[in-house]
């Protein structure tokens, strides 16, 4: 069974940074486009952040308005998200998935963005 485990977060000031990791065990992800989503309340909607394919390329999402970039390590199974320029509005539960959310959702670290 795929785990998804993700790390990193923290209480951080408005426009700082932080960098995000998630390690997947239970499969190998170097076939696979990976995904950075938040959830902002608990139960309710995630939005994806930001999305990667396997080669290592970025896949632009509007959200993030080019403050963060994604970015992985196949061998180690790992993604990663370097959050820049943060705003309360960051404030959220990130999570990795694959883009089509088809493996169990992890639990997620918490970021919170004070002003």
């Known amino acids: 069974q795929v785990h998804l485990v993700e790390s990193g977060g923290g209480v951080v000031q408005s426009g700082g940074s932080l960098k995000l990791s998630c390690t997947v065990s239970?499969?190998?992800?170097?076939?696979?486009?990976m995904a950075w989503y938040r959830q902002q309340t608990p139960g309710k909607f995630r939005e994806m952040v930001a999305?990667?394919?396997?080669?290592?390329?970025?896949k632009d999402v509007d959200s993030s308005k080019g403050r963060f970039t994604i970015s992985r390590d196949n061998m180690e199974r790992t993604i990663f998200l370097q959050m820049n320029s943060l705003e309360p509005d960051d404030t959220a539960t990130y999570f990795c998935?694959?883009?089509?959310?088809?493996?169990?959702w992890g639990q997620g670290t918490q970021v919170t963005v004070s002003s």
């Open positions: 998935n694959s883009p089509d959310e088809s493996w169990p």
């Open positions: 239970g499969t190998w992800i170097s076939i696979y486009d």
């Open positions: 999305s990667i394919d396997p080669t290592g390329r970025p």
